[in-house]
């Protein structure tokens, strides 16, 4: 499947970050938290959870000193910014992507002087300063100057695999021989190759590609041996998303060349993750997985149920090898994608073009990229509690990295960290993240906010309700260096003051000026411009005495002076940087009756360019240069600044975008929430965060198209939440829930079908009677006053299952029943489904997996309504396995999938209307000719008559009509032709079957393109 939008490049959707100030407050001793709640998590030191752990890393495309950053108005002082942020989080792992054509634009001749290597050296050179290993990405995209020799003929030649896997092979070895060998970047460790092949934007290869791709692999792994270079490296792969068909597939067929497997994770939660690790680690058996690329793309979209901490902690405590965050910084791709970029969305900060300030989940990954030590041990934890979740980090020289995640509480909590009787004696070094970070600039990490000695046991008694990313380490603290201010201007030859602070160290700093001719700075921090004739941006550095190795650099842009018979530089109304819709722009010049000419292209102004007669307006993104211009002068020095236009979102006006749909929108506060697409919205009030999906809001607003969530904090006085009595729990009979708010005059609105609950919802009036399983959704709305929260119960009534179904036995009980049924097999909404005659026994093992672990389940039934008898299909409305988004060739009990079947859930990017069994269909695409295909063996008793019958609908928000063809064996029992996004029902045709055991297959014909079509609720009778 295409990904809706592509996740990394959509960015252009999305609101951006607004820029903020941050305030760093040194520590002291540790207050008293109010109202706390006491906790102990227990650390065993000796039990060890996974070794060599090789730390939290980014992703990175090393192009900003290239050619189309360049022309955007990247610069050298920007660089050293950047450098310096990577000195600051220090990445334990990188995965650096590479093409091809940086070094090899002629087939077996490299060049390693090349501009695009140069920019390629000072990342290498910035990552090895700072002690980052590298994950080389060898291959992505093929750059236009090699397309003719590299990319396989027929497919797209800018996404396509290596046409000569030997040419490949050679180059990836000449690559690690020059940058280890000759150049010294020992820190180059692990070797990988393409992007998440199994999508459909790199690694395009004809026939099978999966065979294709381990024969690369394979390729690559005997010549690096052949010539010696083998032991250089690990080889990782396959970098898949979504698809352990591809991670099986190089397991079973070049598993002696993979050193580690490689996959990556987007949009799933928390609990669910735990799920994408064990579906690897079961492949990879005794070899490392590694999380290649995780994140988030929101601006506050890293929260207690899926976020930053929580993933690291996650993957350590289950035995993934390391967790590389997607991405870095922002920067525009180079040939052969020069349109696009990654800044917006996902970055730790984009582009120092467009903005200095850091994305607010910059400050919570540094955190962990820099204090979670590399290679380091897993010991045991034990929180003790739902509401708090921890891993700890252990070094060969006894250090100890704690990273502590606490949930939203009402309360603050005192929290003891006992280390099983064994004396750590060190200090531990605390450093706090939350939401209530604003970014600033310098982007410092959240300084040291306590230092406390530990035993074997130490104590922190002032973490407050936030959900909070703590890290305790004995580990130094990083001094930071805080500029004041980091970004300012100057016009030629004068001064500006400048300051430092230096946190988490001791003693002053030293001034110095980063290149020749840039001017010059006292001791005292006193900056003088030089004399310029052209504009230029300027680094100056403030280096920290005590620690020499961590600096500050402030930014400062030198204007040329005025000069007697030279027009005055133009100014520009407007600052660079990313901007949501058209903007207009006034330039004006101190030059009387000067003509400012200008070019939006990036060329340089000339005598014949546009002259400027009135404000512009910029609709798209643009490199706006302006010159003044009049007789008898010489032309002014060049105004050079980048726009970059984002065209408006599809969110409400004044609504920010959080989230895309299947994933969580989060927020500070309460807010308004609107979902859906293109001016067609469901809207509800959340406090923090909600769920982006059609459940959540009721239904869906833009069927066929891809959702999103945008949202407004509510200011002033809101309205109380409501309360529920009796409270939600599990009952054994009926009862009667009241609603109230403490709100006076208030309205109380809601809702029963899990929907989130609007102004237009049910008015509650009296008491609702519930007489089984429920969940009521409330909220309070009073005129000139915030709605209040949402608050929801759940009532569990024993004997309650799916609507329209009928009690019949508690687990391992019979449910027995006459003539044909669909069995609903689970508990508090999560339920399996298959069809059965007379009786079915209510296990796992006869449904085929678990829809509730660790409850205790019922079976309810329904009737058939065929009149014949049903056979008994396993997981027919394809509840198992479970997926959070869409999973391709599952391997489940009961059916089996190909490469191109599988199973989607309601909500998920396929945007499928809601399945009408359950939460999750089947859906079966066809690609250019190859098709989905899904079966099951069925047990016919006896001899008869039988016929099919089942739900679909087609995909409508990509593609078109898919045929599926039903077989019974080999033979074709019936066409289905889904024209609607609606599920509607369908038969096949009558047909005569022997008894025995028999094959049932739906199956994909569509002849070309991509179109896909959902299935749910199979069932199988014999006609009476």
Request: proline residues 4%; aromatic residues 12%; glycine residues 10%.
């Amino acid at each position: 499947m295409k990904k809706t939008g592509s996740r990394k490049w959509s960015h252009a959707l999305w609101a951006l970050l607004i820029v903020l100030s941050v305030s760093v407050q040194p520590f002291g001793d540790i207050p008293k938290a109010n109202a706390a709640t006491s906790h102990t998590v227990t650390i065993n030191p000796n039990q060890t959870v996974q070794s060599d752990f090789l730390g939290v890393g980014v992703n990175l495309i090393p192009t900003s000193l290239m050619e189309n950053n360049l022309s955007k108005g990247y610069e050298e002082a920007y660089w050293d910014m950047d450098r310096k942020r990577i000195q600051t989080i220090k990445p334990k792992v990188a995965r650096v992507w590479f093409q091809v054509d940086w070094m090899e634009t002629t087939k077996g001749v490299y060049t390693w002087d090349s501009p695009k290597m140069q920019a390629f050296y000072k990342y290498l050179d910035a990552l090895k300063e700072a002690g980052t290993e590298i994950e080389l990405n060898f291959g992505w995209k093929a750059g236009r100057s090699i397309q003719e020799w590299f990319s396989i003929p027929g497919v797209p030649a800018d996404t396509s695999a290596p046409a000569d896997l030997d040419a490949f092979a050679a180059s990836a070895s000449a690559a690690l021989n020059e940058l280890i060998t000759n150049r010294n970047y020992s820190n180059i460790k692990y070797l990988t190759f393409y992007n998440e092949p199994n999508g459909y934007w790199d690694f395009e290869a004809p026939g099978e590609q999966r065979a294709y791709y381990a024969d690369m692999v394979k390729k690559v792994n005997d010549k690096l041996t052949a010539d010696g270079r083998r032991g250089l490296v690990q080889i990782w792969g396959p970098e898949e998303w979504n698809d352990t068909t591809w991670t099986q597939y190089m397991k079973d067929n070049a598993n002696s060349a993979i050193d580690a497997f490689t996959f990556h994770v987007y949009g799933g939660g928390y609990d669910e993750l735990s799920g994408q690790i064990s579906s690897r680690k079961n492949i990879a058996g005794t070899k490392p997985v590694v999380l290649s690329e995780f994140g988030f793309p929101g601006r506050y979209d890293s929260g207690w149920d899926a976020g930053y901490a929580n993933y690291v902690i996650k993957m350590a405590n289950e035995g993934i090898k390391a967790g590389l965050i997607w991405q870095l910084n922002g920067v525009w791709v180079e040939d052969p994608n020069e349109t696009t970029d990654t800044n917006g969305t996902y970055t730790l900060w984009d582009s120092l073009v467009i903005s200095k300030t850091p994305n607010t989940r910059y400050y919570e990954a540094g955190l962990l990229t820099r204090y979670i030590p590399a290679h380091s041990t897993i010991v045991a934890v034990n929180t003790g509690s739902s509401d708090l979740r921890a891993a700890a980090f252990k070094t060969t020289g006894g250090d100890y990295t704690i990273v502590l995640e606490t949930n939203e509480s009402s309360e603050g909590r005192n929290v003891t960290f006992d280390f099983s009787g064994i004396n750590v004696g060190k200090t531990f070094h605390k450093f706090v993240y939350n939401d209530t970070i604003v970014p600033e600039e310098n982007g410092i990490l959240p300084a040291q906010s306590a230092a406390i000695s530990a035993g074997s046991s130490f104590s922190d008694n002032a973490i407050d309700g936030n959900r909070n990313v703590i890290v305790y380490t004995t580990l130094p603290a990083e001094t930071q260096v805080q500029m004041s201010p980091a970004n300012t201007s100057a016009a030629a030859g004068a001064s500006v003051q400048l300051a430092a602070n230096v946190i988490d160290g001791s003693g002053g700093v030293t001034w110095s000026v980063i290149g020749s001719g840039n001017g010059s700075i006292t001791s005292g921090g006193l900056y003088t411009a030089p004399s310029l004739t052209e504009e230029k941006l300027i680094a100056v550095k403030a280096t920290s005495a005590g620690n020499p190795s961590s600096f500050g650099i402030s930014l400062v842009r030198v204007a040329p002076a005025s000069t007697s018979g030279r027009g005055d530089i133009p100014s520009f109304s407007l600052p660079g940087g990313s901007y949501n819709g058209s903007q207009t722009i006034t330039m004006t010049t101190a030059t009387s009756g000067a003509t400012i000419r200008y070019t939006t292209d990036g060329s340089t102004p000339t005598a014949s360019s546009t002259a400027y007669t009135g404000p512009i307006t910029l609709s798209d993104s643009a490199y706006l240069k302006a010159v003044a211009f009049k007789s008898g002068l010489a032309a002014s020095p060049l105004k050079a600044v980048y726009y970059r236009i984002v065209p408006p979102s599809n969110g409400p006006a004044g609504y920010e975008f959080c989230s895309q749909e299947t994933q969580t929108c989060n927020f500070p506060g309460t807010a308004s929430v609107a979902f859906g697409a293109n001016g067609s919205y469901l809207y509800g009030t959340f406090v923090k965060k909600v769920a982006c999906n059609s459940t959540a809001f009721g239904g869906d607003p833009a069927s066929g198209t891809f959702k999103a969530c945008y949202f407004k904090l509510q200011t002033g006085e809101t309205v109380a939440a409501p309360t529920f009595s009796p409270a939600g729990g599990s009952y054994s009979g009926a009862q009667t829930v009241m609603i109230s708010t403490s709100t006076a005059d208030a309205q109380i609105r809601y809702t029963t079908d899990g929907s989130a609950p609007t102004a237009s919802s049910t008015l509650y009036a009296s008491p609702i009677a519930v007489s089984a399983t429920t969940t009521i959704k409330a909220i309070a709305i009073k005129s000139g006053m915030n709605d209040s929260a949402v608050s929801s119960a759940t009532f569990t009534i024993s004997g309650g299952g799916p609507a329209g179904y009928t009690y019949c036995a508690d687990e391992f009980g019979t449910c027995t029943f006459s003539g044909a049924a669909s069995v609903a097999y689970g508990a508090n909404g999560s339920f399996l489904y298959g069809n059965y005659t007379n009786s079915a026994v209510c296990t796992t093992g006869t449904f085929g997996s678990d829809p509730a672990y660790n409850t205790a389940k019922k079976c309810y039934y329904k009737l058939n309504s065929g009149g014949g008898s049903a056979l008994t299909l396993l997981n027919a409305g394809f509840e198992a396995p479970a997926t959070t988004n869409y999973t391709y060739g599952p391997t489940t009990s009961g059916w089996t999938f190909n490469d191109k079947a599988g199973v989607q859930k309601n909500g998920g990017s396929f945007g499928a209307a809601s399945a009408p069994e359950g939460t999750q269909t089947a859906f079966i695409q066809s690609q250019n000719g190859s098709h989905g295909e899904i079966s099951q063996s069925v047990t016919f008793a006896e001899a008869g008559n039988y016929k099919i019958a089942l739900q679909a609908a087609k995909r409508t928000n990509y593609g078109g009509n898919q045929t599926i063809q039903v077989y019974l064996d080999s033979t074709l029992v019936g066409t289905i032709v889904p024209l609607s996004g609606s599920f509607a029902a369908y038969t096949s045709d009558i047909f005569a079957s022997t008894a025995g055991v028999h094959t049932i297959k739906f199956a994909g014909t569509a002849p070309t393109g991509d179109q896909t079509a959902f299935i749910d609720a199979v069932e199988i009778s014999k006609l009476s």
